[in-house]
T-cell receptor, first 114, second 114 residues
Framework: GAGVSQTPSNKVTEKGKYVELRCDPISGHTALYWYRQSLGQGPEFLIYFQGTGAADDSGLPNDRFFAVRPEGSVSTLKIQRTERGDSAVYLC????????????FGSGTRLTVV | GENVEQHPSTLSVQEGDSAVIKCTYSDSASNYFPWYKQELGKGPQLIIDIRSNVGEKKDQRIAVTLNKTAKHFSLHITETQPEDSAVYFCAASISGGSQGNLIFGKGTKLSVKP
């Protein structure tokens, strides 16, 4: 596609519910990243995929957060037992492998836990 | 781990003036320093980046300088225009940008007054 696509653009859920956020990267980009951005802050790293595997998941805050990329393209970020503190914009980005430089970010999913 | 500090948090300039945003980083192993522009409701957009083997890079009205000894880098925007108004983020990475994660500053909200 022309850019990184994230769906839904907005998600409101009740505390304790399960949510899935989807990211469709630029075609041909092998690297995919998830970041979380709270109001007034810079993006905070969550997890990085190279192909189908998670190369670095050190940013996931706890075991309620999980992400998959089963075919090396689309990725889903899954959050179990959501808490109000999970409210943020979840950003996805993709890039070419091999140090080409620079990510392309999607517009994000604004998650609100009420 | 890496820590990126960004100043100022807000910056207001008159159209046509220059704007300078400064960042410092803590990890001397960092070798890739991108700058992103984020408009309301959108994901961050890469505007310029610099690698550790270069001291300065320019692209039309935008320039970035890097001082590895002092561990700081700066964004310079000349002849500012109202459409330059946005939040700007600096970031640093050890892995060269396309692999591994970026550490972001907290952002600078730039307002350009016509």
């Amino acid at each position: 596609g022309a850019g990184v696509s994230q769906t839904p653009s907005n998600k409101v859920t009740e505390k304790g519910k399960y949510v899935e956020l989807r990211c469709d990267p630029i075609s041909g980009h092998t690297a995919l990243y998830w970041y979380r951005q709270s109001l007034g802050q810079g993006p905070e790293f969550l997890i990085y995929f190279q192909g189908t595997g998670a190369a670095d998941d050190s940013g996931l805050p706890n075991d309620r957060f999980f992400a998959v990329r089963p075919e090396g393209s689309v990725s889903t970020l899954k959050i179990q037992r959501t808490e109000r503190g999970d409210s943020a914009v979840y950003l996805c980005a993709s890039s070419y492998d091999g140090g080409a430089g620079g990510y392309t970010f999607g517009s994000g999913t604004r998650l609100t836990v009420v | 781990g890496e820590n990126v500090e960004q100043h100022p948090s807000t910056l207001s300039v008159q159209e046509g003036d220059s704007a300078v945003i400064k960042c410092t980083y803590s990890d001397s192993a960092s070798n890739y320093f991108p700058w992103y522009k984020q408009e309301l409701g959108k994901g961050p957009q890469l505007i310029i980046d610099i690698r550790s083997n270069v001291g300065e890079k320019k692209d039309q009205r935008i320039a970035v300088t890097l001082n590895k000894t002092a561990k700081h880098f700066s964004l310079h925007i000349t002849e500012t225009q109202p459409e330059d108004s946005a939040v700007y983020f600096c970031a640093a990475s050890i892995s060269g940008g396309s692999q591994g994660n970026l550490i972001f500053g907290k952002g600078t909200k730039l307002s350009v007054k016509p």
